[in-house]
């Protein structure tokens, strides 16, 4: 049992806006702010679209964006384009370990 | 440019041994924490290991601690990831990843795939 809960899916239309959510259920997830999210699509490698809750690495569109409140991270897709369907997870560290969420399928309708 | 290359996997009989490598390019491999995460087929991600840049501390999963071992040589600038006494709930793609600081996972190799199967 994941220490990080995430929805299994998620949809939106093309140009709304998705959020997807990422729920400490531990009290041990480290002090959650090494908070990452990532992007896989079927057969792929993950790539890193969120750091540090809501930091972008270069060349992720400003699209994406990551907020926390309180043992809460949330991921949001605004304008949503047919490339963003694919496997989200969130991960965060807990202690001298990491720990990941159990992903969320996002559907572009 | 960041290249991360597995190599090692394969299929293995339950109970026996397999050791994964990864080989490092483009950076300098001695500065940076590395990892392993794995994915069993048609699940999410597990992490399974991490192991300092000076290869002092380690630190498993609780699924696989006791069992496998990570390791590494900054000289051939390679990480491992030692199994033993598999099980069929190892069988999973495992990929090696670079710990950018803060945890974030910046570059990942392609996954090499282990099967464990009578």
Redesign the interface.
Known sequence: QSALTQPPSASGSPGQSVTISCTATSSDVGNYNYVSWYQQYPGKTPKLIIYEVNKRPSGVPDRFSGSKSGNTASLTVSGLQGEDEADYYCSSDRGNTVVFGGGTRLTVL | QVHLVESGGGVVQPGRSLRLSCAASGFTFSAYGM?W?RQAPGK????VA?IWSDGS?K???DSVKGRFTISRDNSKDTVYLQMNSLRAEDTAVY?CTRDAS?????Y????TLVTVSP
């Open positions: 990892h995460v999410g991600l597990e992490w991490v501390n630190y498993y999963a990929y803060g945890r974030k996972f910046d990942w190799g392609q996954g």
